[in-house]
Every structure is written in C-alpha cells, then in structure tokens.
T-cell receptor, first 116, second 116 residues
Framework: KQEVTQIPAALSVPEGENLVLNCSFT??????LQWFRQDPGKGLTSLLL?????REQTSGRLNASLDKSSGRSTLYIAASQPGDSATYLC???????????????FGQGTILTVHP | EAGVTQSPTHLIKTRGQQATLRCSPI?????VYWYQQALGLGLQFLLW???????NRGNFPPRFSGRQFPNYSSELNVNALELEDSALYLC???????????????FGQGTRLTVV
C-alpha cells in the first residue's frame, strides 16, 4: 500500500526567504508525482507534475525534484511572498497493482505561512 | 478552456437523506476521481472512473456510490447520510493514456456537504 509523508507539517517564514518542502513515498512504482496548493476551503491547484522518468520540473519561482529510487521529492520555493501562504500537497499516481493502482495518494500537506 | 466544474457549491442535508454531487471534467479528459476532505483531515480517495468504468474504490461503505456518463461527467451519491459525512468533496479529472499515463490531474472547487 502506497503511503506519502510530508515534512514539515507547518512552516512559518519571513517574506523573501527561500524554502524547501519535503515529500516521501513508500513504493517507487509510480507513474508520476504532482505538487498542489490548496487555499482554505478551496479546491486544489496543480503546481508541477514530474513524470517518473524525470528528475525535476520548474515553473517560475517553483522547482520540484524527484528521486524515485529513494522515494523522495522536494519542492523549492524561491523568494517567498505572502501570497504563497497555503497548504502544499504532494501526490503520487501508483502503477503497482492492488488498492493503490491508478489513484493519487496524497500526503497530509505542509501548511506554509509567509509573513511580511 | 473551462476547468473542472462541480455542483452544487454547497449542500445541506438532514441525517438519513441522500445527496447527489456532480462533476464535469475538462474537455478531453476521460478519468474522474472523487475525494473526501473532512475538516482537519487529509484527502481520502473515494472512487476513480475511466471510460465509464469504475477502476478503483477507496475504503468507504457501499452507501457511497457513483457513476460516469458517456460524456465523462460523473455523479457521486451518498445514501443514508450520517453526520460524519460532512466534508468538502473534491472531483478531479485527467486523461488516462494507457498503458503509461503521465498526465496532470486538475481539481474542481469542491462541494461542501453539511449533514445536520
């Protein structure tokens, strides 16, 4: 059964800092890994998708890496802004059979607060 | 291009009643996923439909059911509502490009179900 863990659970930083969010997963048999952000009471916004064959993806101030063999991904946010405050979630799509197949398995998220 | 749309935005039901939630995927997407997010809890996988078929199901009782229509839209039905069913229900869509799906999942804004 695929399990996803995110560290830290919460993070508070001053504006302008660079920061790293961590995600680990137990089964390396994945199709892809996706990072999302969620604002309170809202749906999820997709930030980055990394295919299983890729090592990293970049979008603006965001950079995500994937080390499938060790079951780890990191999301790097450069020059953080108050508008980045949200919950950040990572999810993997499993290729292994059984109950994990095909679905996105989510971590519990990292609550990020960027204060002015 | 329209994103994933969910209706209604809010739904208030009495314990024991039935609720029907609807989801329209992004044009061209064939897969629909349903998730439950109870207050303070993570995203719990409910159902995955692709090409009209149920592909996977989460660990929820049978009173949670759904279907996918020929136009790929989907509905989630919850029978015999209980107070603990109160949650944000999120729908996502993607294109399941078998045998190696590497496509991004997009989420709707959710339906807030309140059971009183």
């Amino acid at each position: 059964k695929q399990e996803v863990t995110q560290i830290p659970a919460a993070l508070s930083v001053p504006e302008g800092e660079n920061l790293v969010l961590n995600c680990s997963f137990t089964d390396s048999a994945i199709y892809n890994l996706q990072w999302f952000r969620q604002d309170p009471g809202k749906g999820l916004t997709s930030l980055l998708l990394i295919q299983s064959s890729q090592r990293e993806q970049t979008s603006g101030r965001l950079n995500a890496s994937l080390d499938k063999s060790s079951g780890r991904s990191t999301l790097y946010i450069a020059a953080s802004q108050p508008g980045d405050s949200a919950t950040y979630l990572c999810a993997v799509t499993s290729r292994a059979g059984g109950t994990s197949y095909g679905k996105l398995t989510f971590g519990q998220g990292t609550i990020l607060t960027v204060h002015p | 291009e329209a994103g994933v749309t969910q209706s209604p935005t809010h739904l208030i039901k009495t314990r024991g009643q039935q609720a029907t939630l609807r989801c329209s995927p992004i044009s061209g997407h064939t897969s629909v996923y349903w998730y439950q997010q109870a207050l303070g809890l993570g995203l719990q996988f409910l159902l995955w439909y692709d090409e009209g078929e149920e592909r996977n199901r989460g660990n929820f009782p049978p009173r949670f059911s759904g279907r996918q229509f020929p136009n790929y839209s989907s509905e989630l039905n919850v029978n015999a509502l209980e107070l603990e069913d109160s949650a944000l229900y999120l729908c996502a869509s993607s294109f399941w490009d078998s045998p190696t799906p590497n496509t991004e999942a997009f989420f709707g804004q959710g339906t807030r179900l309140t059971v009183v």
